[in-house]
């Protein structure tokens, strides 16, 4: 079993900055893939980015790509880094454990979402 907590949502202009992070409690958190998914309102909930057990692999949407960096720590927390944001990255950030197996295979292990606003 894994607890997922995710922080550092917020506000922030258009082009601005932010750090999300997740941090995962239980014994077996170095064994799964990590990812973030977002819902924006009235919208389904969408990958984001994901991050191997060994931190040597990432994912990432065409939409963030070259925009978000997902990083893992030793101490059970991953990250996403948020630069240039848009507007349209305004939604709640999911932070997920899954699997990797070539793509991200998402497991029922979700926090309770941190709400990131981007204004223009």
């Known amino acids: 079993q894994v607890q997922l907590v995710e922080s550092g949502g917020g506000t922030v202009q258009a082009g601005g900055s932010l750090r999300l992070s997740c941090a995962a409690s239980?014994?077996?958190?170095?064994?799964?893939?990590m990812g973030w998914f977002r819902q924006a309102p009235g919208k389904t909930r969408e990958f984001v980015a994901a991050?191997?057990?060994?931190?040597?692999?990432t994912y990432y949407a065409n939409s963030v790509k070259g925009r978000f960096t997902i990083s893992r720590d030793n101490a059970n927390t991953v990250y996403l880094q948020m630069n240039s944001l848009k507007p349209e990255d305004t939604a709640v950030y999911y932070c997920n454990a899954g699997a990797d197996s070539g793509s991200y295979l998402p497991y029922d292990y979700w926090g309770q979402g941190t709400q990131v606003t981007v204004s223009s």
């Open positions: 239980g014994r077996t958190f170095s064994s799964y893939a």
């Open positions: 991050i191997n057990w060994r931190g040597s692999t």
